[in-house]
Antibody, heavy 120, light 107 residues
Framework: QVQLQESGPGQVKPSGTLSLTCTVS?????????WSWVRQPPGKGLEWIGE???????NYNPSLQSRVTISVDKSQNQFSLKLDSVTAADTAVYFC?????????????WGQGTLVTVSA | DIHMTQSPSSLSASVGDRVTITCRAS??????LHWYQQKVGKAPKLLIF???TLQSGAPSRFSGSGSGTDFTLTISSLQPEDFATYYC?????????FGQGTRLEAK
């Protein structure tokens, strides 16, 4: 059974860097999937952050592109999110997800999500 | 960016009701429209992709339709476990965008 699990600090200081890792179990991250990050501010809707293909190709939301980096670590079967210069507006539950093979851009498997609070 | 608008934003219904949620895209997205269900404190769960294809494991009481800019999600007979928030999402072009959500509550 394939599972995704987010990990990382639950609190980040303003102007700092948010760093999260998604560990994939039950499948190889080198399989032909897109791996994504999506976030959800408390009580609000979903925002697509970006995605990475196992060969390293990335796509980012232009609204975050100047601050975001998604990378893959094949040796650890993980992919990661870094978001620089965070503010309170970046406080959200961050989900990692696996792209479905049927159609590009949808996610058929999600991690449970991790809350990151930006606060001094 | 393609803007997705769902209606209604919230909906009260009873078990056994037929429920319809609408999603409108700001431009044509063919059938690159997908529906997710999210329960409180949980990750979204893919229900329907490609406007009308039921995801494996999703109950057959869920159905979707539409193309271009107007889409619907229908629950034919509401079950207790269906009370949740539903999101539409387009993957016609990046950045992929979601509707604001429709909260389905018990009447």
């Amino acid at each position: 059974q394939v599972q995704l699990q987010e990990s990382g600090p639950g609190q980040v200081k303003p102007s700092g860097t948010l760093s999260l890792t998604c560990t994939v179990s039950g499948d190889s991250i080198s399989s032909s999937y897109w791996w994504s990050w999506v976030r959800q501010p408390p009580g609000k809707g979903l925002e697509w952050i970006g995605e990475i293909y196992h060969i390293g190709t990335t796509n980012y939301n232009p609204s975050l592109q100047s601050r975001v980096t998604i990378s893959v670590d094949k040796s650890q079967n993980q992919f990661s999110l870094k978001l620089d210069s965070v503010t309170a507006a970046d406080t959200a539950v961050y989900f990692c997800a696996r792209g479905a093979q049927a159609i590009v851009g949808i996610s058929d498997l999600w991690g449970q999500g991790t809350l990151v609070t930006v606060s001094a | 960016d393609i803007h997705m608008t769902q209606s209604p934003s919230s909906l009260s219904a009873s078990v056994g009701d037929r429920v319809t949620i609408t999603c409108r895209a700001s431009q044509s997205i063919s059938t690159y429209l997908h529906w997710y269900q999210q329960k409180v404190g949980k990750a979204p769960k893919l229900l329907i992709f490609g406007s009308s294809t039921l995801q494996s494991g999703a109950p057959s009481r869920f159905s979707g339709s539409g193309s271009g800019t107007d889409f619907t999600l229908t629950i034919s007979s509401l079950q207790p476990e269906d009370f949740a928030t539903y999101y539409c999402q387009q993957s016609f072009s990046r950045p992929y965008t979601f509707g604001q959500g429709t909260r389905l509550e018990a009447k």
